[in-house]
């Protein structure tokens, strides 16, 4: 299957944007997984339903937001863009902070679920022992955690790579700039003759996930084992 110019600047553009979402969103997806499974404070049930907000709410609602917020005229957003010259709009960073948004939740459940099921006594057994609290999570909870942080990884990767609704309602859907694999797809399906580069685009979008499902159920597995071992 030969793909053109276009095709594979799309594929590598959709790599390049779900790369840095992952790797923008991981410390604070850590954070946030540990605190949710380890602590206990006042609205907790309410933060806890904020950060899953981008699972129930239709992605153009997201994207919304983040174009009221984050956008050029935005409220932070245009802080940014007069303080720092830091702007996300109509650009593949903008793309990659959409795309963080929508696969945060799922890459923070992961965790979180690894974090809970590792036993508790052993981060009390290190606390008692005089070790801080960061250095426990450092040295103790964090190793233990790494399957479920791949596989979070892997589950949010692949969910940013099917991002659609948030990404062309915030940044557009800009040819080499914001144009992912679904909104390359969208576009080919638009235009006369556009079925067939379409076709090749979906068959890519079905292998990378099929791949990322393969991999997070192998993290699955080792996860288990780490913690029955």
Known sequence: MLLSEFEWQTLLLSLKIATSAIGFSLPIG????????????????????????????????????????????GVIGEW???NFNISFSFNWQGAALASAVV???????????????IDIR?????????AHKWRVFITIT?????????????????????????????????QGETRTLPLAMYTFLQIPNGEHSALRLCIISVVLSLIALFLSELLNRWHKNKIVG
């Open 30 to 73: 850590i954070l946030t997984a540990w605190v949710l499974a380890r602590c206990q404070f006042f609205g907790k049930s309410l933060f806890d339903s904020i950060i899953h907000l981008p699972l129930v709410l239709p992605p153009v609602v997201l994207g919304y937001l983040l174009l009221i917020t984050m956008g050029r005229h």
């Open 80 to 82: 940014l863009n007069n």
């Open 103 to 117: 696969a945060f939740p799922l890459m923070v459940r992961s965790i979180r679920s690894a974090i809970e099921s």
């Open 122 to 130: 052993l981060e009390n057994v290190a606390r008692t022992l005089g």
């Open 142 to 174: 964090l190793p233990l955690a790494v399957p479920g942080i791949l596989m979070g990884m892997v589950l949010g990767f692949a969910r940013c790579l099917g991002e659609f609704g948030a990404t062309i309602t915030f940044v557009s859907n800009i």
